[in-house]
């Protein structure tokens, strides 16, 4: 496996360049994140369907276990369980919208990854920089363990296990351990861990930060170590219920869904569920006891557990709802993690915005009314109090809202008028709206995608390495 550590010194070297202003030693941190033995013993999966464009390539690069879907170039590179998602990216002839201007796009879209180790981690949607309209690019860069990477470009970063960049254009800079940045576009910078950062120009400013006593019981990162904590062991308790999935066995559907939804092979399905009209469940989302109503959606590394969704509801990726009943409209960000317990539930009132990277792990029964904005650490209704806002009074605040360690600066209206927006259309993206012609989405689209699997070398100088590979439709 010489030429495969050789590769892994090559991007830790290019790593440590950008990110010298900081003295960041990225080599602290990958070294033993992902076991080389399993990088021999997983396959990587192809996903193609009629209506995403194909154009697979990968070169001198290690896919363990990784998903892909539409145009995905991988050079150099080590992917270890990672999903590549391009199935929204820019066609050729689109005119991309940004700050009144439509810019034409003159060539379809492509993912690349470039000098980058991506742990456990999603790639997904499409750049949302107007230089670069015809390329989602990472390069130079790593990620830990169930970080998120969404219509993000990144060039010479560190994100921490638990992150998320999301539509930011990033350089040379550090995100650390759970924290969510939109921010539009940042270099050279650190973010601390448990950061929560929302900015849109001069119109809002969203600022949360977790206590470190808090962070370290859900997710604990030190250099030469393994990330610990809850969240860790959440996921590591469960991973191995996914492997049957992965094998090359023949697949029987868990149970029956709508002709108009959706039920990815590679989501797992325990228990008893139902799958309403319109429903989206992508590739590594696991429902157990799930009740999911009609337009609903579950994303990439979701878990649903003794759960009810309502309707419309938008599960984002990496968020977690455990023993919880939430009512139609019901937004959840990124990687939060929401847990009742059965003495314990959870209830969310219709159209609320749980926002990104929030944990509300409950020691008492917990009502959340319908229309509120939710964020930080919740335990119980006290802490409710000081982490929750109604939608209709941060809509009235035009300069400066301060709760605890939230900070809010700028128009609420605007805020809120935004978070609708995107809400509505990832729904639409989704397929929630189709109505048997029209606004078909995701779960209308995905539900015959067929798969192809590619297998690294097992021995040789390559060894751990997959075959130099293009496809194109």
């Known amino acids: 496996m010489k030429q495969l550590g050789n590769l892994f010194d090559r991007i830790i070297g290019r790593i440590n360049v950008n990110l010298r202003d900081f003295g960041f030693d990225a080599a602290a941190f990958i070294r033993g994140i992902i076991p080389l033995k399993r990088l021999l013993q997983l396959n990587a999966f192809l996903g193609m369907t009629h209506q995403h464009p194909i154009h697979f390539r990968f070169r001198s690069s290690s896919l363990a276990g990784s998903y892909f879907l539409g145009k995905c170039l991988v050079d150099h590179a080590v992917l270890y369980k990672s999903d590549v998602r391009g199935d929204e990216l820019k066609g050729k002839g689109d005119q991309f919208k940004f700050q009144g201007l439509e810019i034409p796009v003159h060539d379809d879209e492509v993912i690349r990854i470039k000098d980058a180790i991506l742990v456990k981690t999603l790639v997904h949607c499409y750049s949302h920089d107007p230089e670069f309209l015809e390329e989602l690019c990472i390069q130079n860069t790593a990620s830990m363990p169930y970080a998120n990477i969404h219509g993000s470009s990144i060039e010479g970063c560190f994100l921490g296990p638990f992150s998320t960049v999301d539509l930011t254009t990033l350089h040379d800079s550090v995100i650390g351990a759970f924290s969510y940045v939109q921010v539009g576009e940042l270099s050279h910078y650190r973010v601390k861990p448990g950061t929560v950062w929302i900015k849109s120009g001069d119109d809002f400013e969203f600022h949360y930060a977790f206590s470190r006593k808090t962070l370290k019981k859900y997710i604990a990162e030190e250099s030469d170590i393994i990330p610990g904590g809850l969240f860790m062991d959440f996921m590591d308790t469960r991973k191995n219920d996914f492997q049957k999935l992965f094998d ?154 301060t709760l605890k360690a939230m900070t809010f600066q700028g128009s609420g209206s605007k805020f809120i008028q935004a978070f609708k927006h995107r809400i509505e259309h990832i729904l639409e993206t989704n397929g929630a709206f189709y109505d048997g012609r029209n606004n078909k989405g995701h779960a209308q689209k995905k539900q015959y995608i067929s798969y192809h699997i590619v297998q690294p070398y097992r021995k040789g100088p390559k060894k751990g390495f997959y075959p130099s590979i293009e496809i194109r439709s």
């Open 248 to 401: 090359l066995l023949p697949y029987k559907a868990p149970l029956s869904v709508p002709r108009n939804a959706s039920l990815n092979r590679y989501a797992l399905v325990n228990g008893q569920n139902h799958i309403g009209e319109n429903v989206l469940v992508v590739q590594r989302a696991h429902l157990g006891n799930a009740w999911l109503g009609k337009g609903s959606n579950v994303q990439e590394n979701c878990y649903i557990i003794n759960s009810r969704l309502e309707g419309n509801n938008v599960t984002a990726h990496g968020a977690k709802i455990i023993h919880a009943k939430l009512g139609r409209n019901v937004f959840v960000g990124f990687n939060s993690f929401l847990r009742g317990k059965s003495e314990s539930s959870l209830e969310i009132g219709e159209a609320c915005i749980v926002m990104p990277h929030t944990i509300i792990d409950l020691d008492e029964p917990l009502i959340i009314p319908a229309q509120h904005l939710v964020w930080g650490h919740i335990k119980n209704a006290k802490d409710l109090q000081e982490n929750t806002v109604s939608i209709g009074e941060l809509s009235k605040v035009k300069e400066k809202l």
